[in-house]
């Protein structure tokens, strides 16, 4: 399959990735006790907790977040410059990442490093990424949701399968240093989770501080940032079509898939993950 840089049979973007990259990350970048790291598979809330982990380190002061791109506050560990970055500036970093357990620095494994890792519904994960991988140069276009379904469930998409990414990181949910929340918990409890990522990573803030990391972290206020909304995106990169506030809300799949889309789907989910307790996926 053309369009991708392919990686331990792996499908990545075409930009901001080399395998030399992916393969020193994982062997050699260091991750110190200090930082903090977002990680999701595409799509599923990462830029959501970003704004909002970034907004709790301010108190809720916008300042940081209306001036600087989400990419140089929170730095994306597999991509050429997110990595120049890491190792050429001084800590603590924050950290983002797509990429699976398996390919992730090693070093985070013997780290005290928190790390919040945030799951959607993988339907809705799917039509997310219909919509933001066609309107996008970097990677394999496709031509219908009915080719993307299809390849979403053999998992040549980008960052590869979604089953996969989360069995990995899901081994992970007892660790002390992980804090396992979901895009769907984010949306009906959002104030509840805030305050439960600040617990996490030990940050105390005054009501009217917590207002203002919700307020500028709301879907709408993102959409207007342009530090925070992907308009900064090189235009040969994308097209018109590109873009990262799409509806944001959660069952948007009931609008595109057909009935025989989701009762395959639903066939595939239980196979692939059966074992894990259903409760551990809020969207059931
Ligand atoms: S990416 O490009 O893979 O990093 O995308 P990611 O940030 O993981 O996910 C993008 C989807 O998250 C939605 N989003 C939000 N929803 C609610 N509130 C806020 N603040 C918010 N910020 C981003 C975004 O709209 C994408 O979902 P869809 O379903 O496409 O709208």
Redesign the pocket.
């Known amino acids: 399959m053309s369009g991708y840089i392919w990686f331990e049979g792996i499908p990545f973007p075409t930009v901001h990735i080399q395998k030399e990259i992916l393969e020193e990350i994982r062997h050699k970048f260091v991750i110190r006790d200090k930082d903090t790291i977002i990680v ?13 982990v970034c907004l709790i380190q301010t108190k809720g002061n916008p300042e940081w977040v209306q001036s600087i791109p989400s990419w140089d506050r929170s730095f994306w560990v597999e991509t050429v410059s997110g990595y120049q970055k890491l190792i050429n500036k001084e800590g603590p970093h924050l950290i ?1 990442s ?1 990429l699976p357990f398996h390919l992730f620095p090693k070093s985070f494994f013997s780290s005290k490093a928190k790390m919040i890792y ?1 799951m ?1 519904n993988p339907r ?2 799917l ?3 219909y ?2 991988w066609r309107a996008a140069k970097f990677v394999k276009n496709p031509e219908s949701l009915t080719t993307y379904f299809d390849w979403f469930l053999k998992g040549n998409v ?1 960052y590869g399968s979604w089953f996969e990414h989360i069995r990995g990181w899901l081994s992970m949910r007892e660790s002390e240093n992980v804090l396992l929340l979901s ?1 769907e918990d ?2 009906k409890e ?1 104030r509840r989770m805030v305050e439960k990522i600040c617990d996490f990573l030990g940050k105390k803030l005054e009501p009217d501080e917590l207002d203002m990391v919700l307020k500028y ?7 207007e940032n342009k530090m ?1 909304n ?1 308009r900064l995106m090189p235009k040969e990169s994308v097209t018109h079509d590109f ?7 959660t069952g ?1 799949w009931k609008n595109h898939f057909t009935v025989a889309q989701a009762e395959a789907f639903d066939k595939v989910f239980q196979e692939k993950m059966a074992g894990f307790p259903p409760e551990l996926f809020p969207w059931q």
């Open positions: 999701a598979y595409p799509k599923s809330g990462t830029n959501w907790m970003i704004e909002t983002s797509h945030i959607r809705d994960v039509v997310s990424g919509f933001f980008p895009y984010m949306k959002t972290s709301s879907f709408q206020a993102m959409k925070s992907f873009v990262l506030m799409r509806k944001g809300v948007d």
